[in-house]
């Protein structure tokens, strides 16, 4: 008799966004009184349930076979299930896919050769640091950075042995969320359909909550992963006496420097002194005027993270075949649903196989 893991039915239940009334109907064989029996562990199915539960939620039966995943808890999971919007099916979906792909992330990881260029310091407010803007400013020390802007904000972080997923996060109130087990290495999932320069600060942000919140969650955690986000960005002593104004122009300019946003740069402004409080409400009436909040002009090309893609093209020695044709099935997922997961991955494999 094949094992059954009840915790992967949860997760394929999940991420398929169905209720436990809605797979019942769809199996017309099972109540839920039973169902939920399975899902907690404390009723076993029959061979023929788990496979009618295998073909009503599209996944090989191998896949509830699993016993080596984790449970994610993001660090910062308690910020997006602060917004009232955002609604329990959602959360649950993301939770599902963040599960799937850092777990296959751990089993990659354990054949893995990569080797981190970057230290990545962990920062304790109050401890080794007294803010979060001087956490920015010690990292930027380590890494180098100086006060220069950052050309490529996920080379950098992904050198320090962070990955970085591209997710269809489509409720667009939920940005992004980071996430660090024992086993697994620390992991940054984006909302791929933001804004590129909201993308960049969401990363910068999350990279606030890896590099502040490993050990110690605070309550004032996503006002301290936005200050670092906003000096790890734009250094305050680079930027201080150079927004003195109201021309939007200036702030267009800036941008393209600094690769952050207007809004970003109209807040970091009226933070530091450069500008008023009179002149903030001036400089948001025209953003409004122009439509620019809802699109800011110039937008910035998006960066795409590389190294998973490098972990599969390592682990699959360079075979093309195998990351197309066997990989899925290592991941115990079907070919469209591993497309699915990895479009953005698979995207960087083309480009690596293409250049190797």
Request: glycine fraction near 2%; proline fraction near 5%; charged fraction near 25%.
């Amino acid at each position: 008799m094949s094992t059954f893991n009840p915790d992967m039915l949860k997760i394929a239940r999940d991420l398929r966004g169905m209720s436990q009334t809605e797979l019942v109907q769809k199996m017309k064989n099972i109540t839920q009184a039973a169902l939920s029996k399975i899902e907690k562990g404390d009723l076993k199915p029959s061979e023929e349930t788990k496979k009618q539960l295998a073909k009503a939620l599209n996944f090989p039966e191998r896949f509830f076979a699993q016993l080596d995943h984790f449970k994610v808890s993001p660090i910062s999971l308690h910020a997006y299930r602060k917004k009232a919007t955002t609604t329990a099916k959602v959360l649950s979906q993301i939770n599902a896919e963040m599960t799937i792909k850092a777990s296959n992330l751990e089993t990659l990881n354990l054949f893995s050769q990569l080797a981190e260029k970057r230290p990545l310091p962990s920062y304790q407010i109050y401890m080794n640091v007294s803010t979060a803007r001087e956490a920015a400013l010690k990292l930027r020390k380590v890494w180098g950075l100086g006060l220069n802007p950052i050309e490529n904000l996920t080379k950098i972080i992904e050198q320090s042995g962070i990955y970085i997923f591209y997710c269809d996060f489509e409720e667009d109130h939920i940005d992004g969320v980071s996430l660090q087990t024992q086993n697994c290495p620390p992991c940054i999932f984006l909302n791929k359909n933001q804004p590129n320069d909201r993308i960049r600060f969401t990363l910068a942000h999350e990279l606030g909550h890896l590099v502040l919140h490993k050990y110690a969650p605070s309550i004032d955690m996503e006002d301290e992963a936005n200050e670092f986000a906003a000096e790890f960005l734009v250094p305050t002593e680079a930027i201080k006496g150079q927004l003195q104004t109201t021309n939007l122009k200036t702030y267009a300019a800036h941008k393209l420097v600094w690769k952050v946003s207007m809004a970003a740069l109209i807040v970091k402004a009226k933070h530091i002194g450069d500008i008023s409080d009179r002149q903030s409400t001036t400089l948001w009436r025209q953003m409004s005027m122009y439509g620019y909040r809802k699109v800011e002009p110039y937008p910035l090309e998006r960066e795409y993270p590389q190294r998973f893609a490098e972990l599969i093209v390592d682990f699959c020695q360079k075979d093309r075949n195998k990351i197309m044709n066997e990989l899925p099935s290592f991941f115990n997922l079907y070919p469209e649903d591993f497309y699915q997961l990895y479009k953005s991955d698979i995207e960087a494999v083309e480009q690596i196989m293409k250049v190797s």
